[in-house]
Structure formats: structure tokens, C-alpha cells
């Protein structure tokens, strides 16, 4: 009897024990809900990054090896980590940017943040190989504020097939943009000349083939020498594993060759105006005016031989010399780089040439691997959202730049040293889109101090030549795909034989050249680039017309 009621009197106790236990557990988690609850919720009206500012460090690899600046050296950077917790630990390649997105891609481990051109094979391998995250699963996950700052045709443009977008451009402007600023957006793309050199032989005409090689050749007559070092007549930009943008996009956008005919992709590579180009360039090489230099100079070298004003004339992007014409300027206002006519077809048509297209120039990505999925969402959204961007331009109000009469403007010895030393500029303020990886140059107009010399005579005379070339934007086949793997190796073929185009011994080597080159291509597949291509052309003229 005694045991018997032992036993149930135990029984009762520990029943009683684990109820009491359940209870208080329940009460604890109830408690912890509680704690998580007192967390503001990011909601579709509030900035998510505002409820966490708790330190944190993103590792940020962005894919051009000239990029060597530090987060934290300047008033801008210690604004943003102040303002959101979040520092960034920038991370780009020594060497071959290719190789080394191969090399992360192929290890299965990315940073946190990736920031490369947008038509880069390795975008769609990483969104193939599930690296990479959709940025509107986050969104909703972690931070539905990202719909309300993000530019819904941007998203719409870089949607993949299975749904999600898993990049963000910058420097894009969308049908409605492109329209509403094409008057006062001015495209990149120039032909410049120093303008001391070009003045003292005549400013000659150099939009023709013969204009073009009399004029090196006067300069080189001229000016064998600058500060002791041998004239270079002719710049371009870099010569990559497949290509040089100088000679390609550039050149035939200065010869507005057409993009397309009769609703079909043009072959802007075969077209006679653009051959007889290169050719001339041929022709220069021939007679002593293309420098060996042009042929193995990376960034570093050329950056460092614009600003010893080396050159006498560049097929270039403008922006990319502003420390250079900087140093230039302070030196002698009359060594400057100034934009004039350049190559032009036998028409003497105009240049038609890019402005910001819908796809912009690079696409931010977040990899699977990031390590913190909420803040790195909030973070991106700050970054796009128009605070954030007036924070990346004009920086902090009061330490960068005043308000006067309801506009932001830098305070005059800032915009000082923007003006005279952009190097020190980035260094000491980090403004004006140092960090340019979500730049809106559309957005940033209401803040931009107007141009000033050395830079507003380059940057006038590219306006009203620009046009939009969106519908063509990412219609080149990448990734594993049949058609990708053929427009691979064709790139890679085409980066071979430009070079040997140009220092051909005569036309007759020139077209042999170019000939086996068109039959390669043809044995690599590229009737099913061609086909891809227009597919693509024909799928992007929809978005766009959607886009309206």
C-alpha cells in the first residue's frame, strides 16, 4: 500500500515538476519574444538599416584591379559607418580581373558583397552556380523598404528566368530617364588631344583618315619628346584577352555605325567604314605612330603617362583622367586634354555616342556566403536610396557641404580641392561618388556642382551626341550555354587578332588577317551568337517598350 501510494504521489510530483517547467519556459520564451519584439520591424515605409547600427564589416570585391581605395581614410566613409554600423573592407584583384572571378567562382566562396562590369561571364555563372542571392527574396524577407527606393525598371531589366533579380546597376538610366536627361547627361566617350600640342599645329581636322595621320605625324615632328621622354601620338585604352573598347564600341560609335538594320543585329565588326578605320590605324603603326607602349600598358602605366602629358591625342573616356588633368592644369592650364572631332565616317555623319544605358556600367551582387543576409540588404537599400546617395556625393551637412537656398553645395574650400587636386579630394573627403559601385548619375544631378575647367569643355562637347543603346545592352551570350562557350572563345580569338590587324605590314596581311579570323569565328559557333543575340535584342525592345 505504502509503495503503491509512493508511486502515484511521485508520479503526481513530476507531472506537477514538468508542468511547472513548461510554464516557466513558456514564460521565458514569451519573455525573449518580447525583447525580439521590441526590435522595430523594417516595414515597406521605414529604412531597415535604422534598426540595427550595431558595428559590422562587409568584405567588398570589386572587380578592377585599378581600384585601390580604403574605407575609413575619409570624412565621407566615417560618416556612412557612423551613421549605419556598417565599414567595408574593400578587396580587388592584383592582376587579371578574369582570372581571379574564375578562381573565387571555381572555389565556391564569395564575399559579401561583389561588384563587377555587368557583362561579365562571371555575373551569369554566379547566378547559375547559386552563389549569388536574389535581391528580392531579401527585400521581402528582411527589408520590403527596397522596393520603395529601388527603381522598379531596373528590376525589371536584370529579372532572370526563374523570377528573381540578383543584381543592381549603377550608373543607369531607365527609357523615362534617358529621355528626361539626354539634353544634360553627357556620354563618356571622347576624342581628345592635348591642347597646347594640337593648338601649335594648326588645330588640324582629324575627323578623316588623312587628317588624322598628318596630325600625328606634325605632332611627332613637333614634339619628339616630352620632358625627355619619347611622345606617344596615340593612346587607347588597354588591349585585353578579348579586345580594346577604344578600337570597338568607341570608334564605332564615332563612325555611328548603325547597331541594327531592317530589325536585325548588325556585324558592326565587318562594316567597311570601321575596317577602313583600322586600317588608317594600321597605317600609323606603319609609318611610327602607334608607340609599343599602347600595345602592353595597363592602368597604372597609362594614368601615370596622361598626367606627364604623353600623349598627343586619345580615343578615351573622360572621367577616367580627372586626377591627370588635374595635375596637368596646375602645371600649365594650355596642357590639358581637350575633347575635339574625332574618327568619323565618309559621310562626316555625326558621333552617336553611349549615354547611360538601363543596364548602367557595373552590377552590385550578394553572395549566398554574406554574413549577415538583413544588414547586407538594408545596407544595399541605404545605399541606393536618395539618402544614401547625397551621403556618398555632398557627405556630411555642415562638415562637407552648407544648404544655401534650399540646395546642398560644398562648402568652397571643399569644392576647391574637387576643382584643383581630385587625388586629395577623394583622399581627405571621399565625396562626389569616390564610391561609385551604386552610383545614380541621374539622381546626383541635383547636387553636382556645376563643371568646371579643366573638365567642362570635355564634358559640353559630348552633349547632344548621345544616344541610347539599351536594346542592345547584354545581348552577347555568357556562362556554360552552347552559345556562350562559342562567344567566349570568339571574344578570345578577336583579342588575339586585333592587334596583329594593326601592326599588319601592309592591307593585303590585314585583310589575310581578318579573313581567318571571320572563319575561326565561324568554325566557334557564331551562327548561334548571331541567333542568341537577336533573341535577346527582340526580348529587351519588349522590356523597354514595357518599361515606358
Known sequence: MFSKGFSMLLVLSLILALFTGCTSKTNENAS?????????????????????????????????????????????????????????????????????MNTMIASGKLPDFITLGWWEDAVKKMIEGELVLPLNELADQYDPYFFKVADGAKLEWYKQEDGNTYGYPNASSSPKDFDKYKDLKPSNQTFLVR???????????????????????????????????????FGLNEFTDVGNTSLEGYLQNFLAIPMEKDGKVYDRSQDPEYLAWLKTFRQANEKGLLAKDIFIDKRPQMEEKISQGRYFAMLYQRSDLAAQQHALYAKDPNSVYIAVD???????????????????????????????????????????????????????????????????????EVLDLLNKDRAAFDQKYG??????????????????????????????????KTVSYA????????????????????????????PKLLLAKSDKEFDKTFKDFLKKRDSYGYDKVEEYQQKMFEQNKKKLDAAK
Open 32 to 100: 525573449d519574444e518580447g525583447e525580439k519584439n521590441d526590435k522595430p520591424k523594417a516595414t515597406a515605409d521605414a529604412p531597415g538599416w535604422q534598426s540595427n547600427k550595431e558595428p559590422i564589416t562587409f568584405d567588398w570585391y570589386v572587380n578592377f584591379s585599378w581600384f585601390a581605395h580604403k574605407w575609413g581614410d575619409d570624412a565621407v566613409s566615417k560618416y556612412v559607418t557612423d551613421k549605419t554600423g556598417v565599414s567595408i573592407n574593400y578587396i580587388s584583384p592584383a592582376g587579371n580581373e578574369a582570372e581571379k
Open 195 to 233: 591642347k597646347d600640342m594640337y593648338e601649335a599645329i594648326g588645330s588640324p581636322d582629324m575627323s578623316t583618315p588623312e587628317g588624322f595621320l598628318k596630325a600625328l605625324e606634325a605632332a611627332k615632328e613637333k614634339f619628339p619628346e616630352v620632358n625627355g621622354a619619347p611622345l606617344i601620338p
Open 342 to 412: 574625332g574618327p568619323a565616317n565618309s559621310k562626316g555623319d555625326g558621333p552617336a555616342l553611349a549615354g547611360d544605358s538601363i543596364s548602367g556600367w557595373t552590377v552590385t551582387l550578394i553572395s549566398k556566403d554574406v554574413k549577415d543576409k538583413e544588414r547586407a540588404i538594408q545596407f544595399l537599400s541605404y545605399l541606393i536610396s536618395e539618402e544614401g546617395q547625397m551621403d556618398l556625393y555632398m557627405g556630411k551637412e555642415g562638415e562637407t557641404y552648407d544648404v544655401v537656398n534650399g540646395k546642398p553645395e560644398f562648402k568652397p
Open 431 to 464: 565625396a562626389s561618388f569616390k564610391y561609385w559601385m551604386l552610383m545614380d548619375t541621374n539622381m546626383s544631378l541635383a547636387w553636382a556642382p556645376p563643371a568646371s575647367e579643366p573638365f567642362k569643355q570635355m564634358e559640353d562637347w559630348t552633349k547632344g
Open 471 to 498: 536594346e542592345f545592352d547584354g545581348i552577347s551570350p555568357t556562362g556554360t550555354s552552347a552559345e556562350g562557350v562559342s562567344a567566349s572563345k570568339i571574344a578570345q580569338e578577336w583579342g588575339k587578332t586585333l
